[in-house]
């Protein structure tokens, strides 16, 4: 349909942006089931370990929240400290402690890991992606709009690499920092 309905040259950027926007959702999607699955299987094992009720169900919807980007931990922890206050209140402290241990562990270790730069994304950009996103969608926007704006940056980088080649801009000018010199703003 693409191919009939635009110019061959149209089309072809048509299919390139679909294909590099199914990409990059597919490696978010993918990454962020990978990362609730570890992160229930950890919980799990160390609820288990510390005798903590309800293990099986805290490390699952632990999982689950694992994969709503920035607040899904938060939703995650605070329910886990209600169940756990009910249930046991003697272990809450212990909970709680175990959850940002595991949270700083899957943060800083096992999700760059598994997610690496696939996102191709600056940690700001992602910042505002879930910010815009969820004041615009709620938890859903939360979800999509980091990958939308993985692909309208990566689109944006692509754009600014081919005017700089074509404007014969010498790379050491973009790719390090100038010096200060004065004169080049009397030119």
């Given at each position: 349909?693409?191919?009939?309905?635009?110019?061959?040259?149209?089309?072809?950027?048509?299919?390139?942006?679909?294909?590099?926007?199914?990409?990059?959702?597919?490696?978010?999607?993918?990454?962020?089931?990978?990362?609730?699955?570890?992160?229930?299987?950890?919980?799990?094992?160390?609820l288990t370990i510390l005798g903590i009720p309800y293990a099986?169900?805290?490390?699952?919807?632990?999982?689950?929240?694992?994969?709503?980007?920035?607040?899904?931990?938060?939703?995650?922890?605070?329910?886990?400290?209600?169940?756990?206050?009910?249930?046991?209140?003697?272990?809450?402290?212990?909970?709680?402690?175990?959850?940002?241990?595991?949270?700083?562990?899957?943060?800083?270790?096992?999700?760059?890991?598994?997610?690496?730069?696939?996102?191709?994304?600056?940690?700001?950009?992602?910042?505002?992606?879930?910010?815009?996103?969820?004041?615009?969608?709620?938890?859903?926007?939360?979800?999509?709009?980091?990958?939308?704006?993985?692909?309208?940056?990566?689109?944006?980088?692509?754009?600014?690499?081919?005017?700089?080649?074509?404007?014969?801009?010498?790379?050491?000018?973009?790719?390090?920092?100038?010096?200060?010199?004065?004169?080049?703003?009397?030119?």
């Amino acid at each position: 349909v693409v191919y009939a309905s635009f110019a061959e040259k149209t089309a072809d950027k048509i299919m390139y942006i679909t294909g590099m926007t199914r990409d990059v959702f597919k490696g978010f999607i993918s990454g962020q089931c990978v990362d609730g699955i570890i992160n229930a299987i950890l919980f799990f094992i160390i609820l288990t370990i510390l005798g903590i009720p309800y293990a099986v169900m805290l490390s699952i919807f632990t999982g689950f929240m694992a994969m709503i980007p920035i607040i899904g931990s938060f939703i995650g922890a605070g329910v886990g400290v209600i169940i756990v206050l009910i249930m046991d209140p003697s272990q809450v402290l212990y909970f709680i402690i175990l959850y940002i241990v595991v949270q700083q562990l899957d943060g800083n270790v096992i999700y760059p890991l598994i997610a690496g730069n696939s996102m191709g994304l600056p940690s700001i950009w992602v910042l505002m992606a879930v910010t815009v996103g969820g004041s615009m969608m709620g938890i859903l926007g939360m979800i999509l709009f980091i990958p939308i704006c993985s692909v309208l940056y990566q689109l944006t980088r692509h754009y600014v690499l081919r005017r700089l080649d074509d404007n014969d801009v010498d790379k050491e000018k973009w790719e390090k920092p100038l010096e200060l010199d004065a004169d080049v703003l009397d030119k």
